[in-house]
């Protein structure tokens, strides 16, 4: 485990085993419920995802927490198989989710509803490894205002961002498909396509009366 404290309020830490985010904290006497800003490094699975939904506001059940966090930098992380399951959703849109076993994490993928209501989140960082957005990952994230895509993504699925705080957003030249509604809600005002989209379902900036520029 590395440990880093930058500044004065972001904490970096390096995972070597996936699953390890809690027990850490615990070691390290980390009130995971009072920081703002974390960088992680490493695997993480769905036992760490449970936490930083806490961390961020709303456990597993969505219940709410007292976490603030608001900056989450997941760039040298790898989501990987394995751990808990990270949310159970208190409801969800028809035909988005068979069974809540589809909220146990995938390899690379920001699975269905994984940070759904996460209300302190301003900014998130995805992986640099991440391929796929699946539904409803960010849903009624309000004060969630910019999310980096990375460049490596390729699939973002049905209201992945459904009704968050979403202001701008640069949808990197490796997607090729953005499902139904999936930025419907937000509070857009600027959209970037990237050059390899071949396919933009029905819906996806309804309800965006903000936005004001889409460069293609």
Known sequence: LNVVQQGKSVLE?????????????????????KVKKIVLEGDINGSDIRLIREMAGVNY??????????????????????????????????GTLDKY?????????????????CKSLKKVLLPYSCVKIENESFAYCKNLGTVDLGNGLKEIDNYTFYHSG???????????????????????????????????EESVFSGCGNLKQIEI
């Open 61 to 94: 059940i969505e219940k709410e927490t007292n976490g603030v966090l608001e900056y989450l930098d997941l760039t040298n992380v790898n989501i990987v198989e394995g751990g808990e399951i990270y949310c159970y959703p208190d409801s969800y849109k028809p």
């Open 101 to 117: 076993e589809d909220c146990y994490t995938k390899n690379n993928v920001i699975g269905n509803c994984m940070f759904r209501k």
């Open 166 to 200: 979403v202001t701008r957003i640069r949808i990197p030249d490796s997607t090729t498909e953005v499902g139904k509604c999936a930025f419907a809600g937000c509070s857009l005002d600027n959209v970037i396509l990237g050059s390899g989209l071949k396919g933009i």
């Open 13 to 33: 830490l390096t995972l070597e085993t996936a699953g390890s985010l809690k027990r850490k904290m615990e070691i390290l006497n980390i009130d995971y419920l």
